[in-house]
Structure formats: structure tokens, C-alpha cells
């Protein structure tokens, strides 16, 4: 069975700081190497939000205007999972942020993504 877990999510103030985890396992996991990774978010009334992409080897990196200089997204492929580390949050940060992987996708387009995490909530108080 395919599986992405993503962790780290929490409360933080304004101006803090978290990392996002995203592990594969399963199927996900054997395949993690050849598979386009993504980062979106989702806070209710509000479409889905492409957040920051990832290409398979790791070098080519997408980021949303939002979050740029200030995000910054990574993978270790031998340990099978993704990061998102996140800097300066604010609070129209706030969200419930999943990851997703495939192969042949459209990076900002969270239609093209195959596989899907659970989400986990970020939450920045102001």
C-alpha cells in the first residue's frame, strides 16, 4: 500500500520556526527516488495551495511566491523522506499541510500528484 506520513506540524508564534517531515513507506518507499515531490496547503473556504515542489535527484526545487526566502524544501532519498523547513511563519501561514509524490507531474498542480499524506496542522498565532 502506497503511504505518505508527514509530521512535525504544531502551534507556533509569529515569527517562529518548524520542519516538516514526509516519510514514505510501502510503495511509496520503493520508488521514492523516481517520484516528483510537493508540498500544498490547505486551510478551510480556500483551495488547495501549492506550497514548494521537489524534483526526484533533489535539484530542481519550486517555491510559491508566499513562502520564498522564507521556506525551503529537501529530500534524502536513502532515508525516504522529504522536509519542509519553515522560517519567519506567519500567521496567514496557518494550514493543514500535505505532501504529495508522482511521477510525471505538474509541479504546482495538485491534480498530477498520485499519492497523498494524511496532512498535519500548522497553526501561528499572531
Known amino acids: 500500500q502506497a503511504q505518505l506520513v508527514e509530521s512535525g506540524g504544531g502551534l507556533v508564534q509569529a515569527g517562529g520556526s518548524l520542519r516538516l517531515s514526509c516519510a514514505a513507506s510501502?510503495?511509496?518507499?520503493?520508488?521514492?527516488?523516481?517520484?516528483?515531490m510537493g508540498w500544498f496547503r490547505h486551510t478551510p473556504g480556500k483551495a488547495r495551495e501549492f506550497v514548494a515542489s521537489?524534483?526526484?535527484?533533489?535539484?530542481?526545487?519550486n517555491l510559491a511566491d508566499s513562502v520564498k526566502g522564507r521556506f525551503t524544501i529537501s529530500r534524502d532519498n536513502a532515508g525516504k523522506t522529504m522536509y519542509l523547513q519553515m522560517n519567519s511563519l506567519n500567521p496567514e501561514d496557518t494550514a493543514v499541510y500535505y505532501c504529495?509524490?508522482?511521477?510525471?507531474?505538474?509541479?504546482?498542480?495538485?491534480?498530477?500528484?498520485?499519492?497523498w499524506g494524511q496532512g498535519t496542522q500548522v497553526t501561528v498565532s499572531s
Open positions: 504529495a509524490a508522482g511521477n510525471s507531474v505538474i509541479p504546482d498542480q495538485a491534480l498530477t500528484y498520485n499519492y
Open positions: 510501502g510503495r511509496t518507499a520503493s520508488s521514492f527516488s523516481t517520484y516528483t
Open positions: 521537489i524534483s526526484a535527484s533533489g535539484s530542481n526545487k
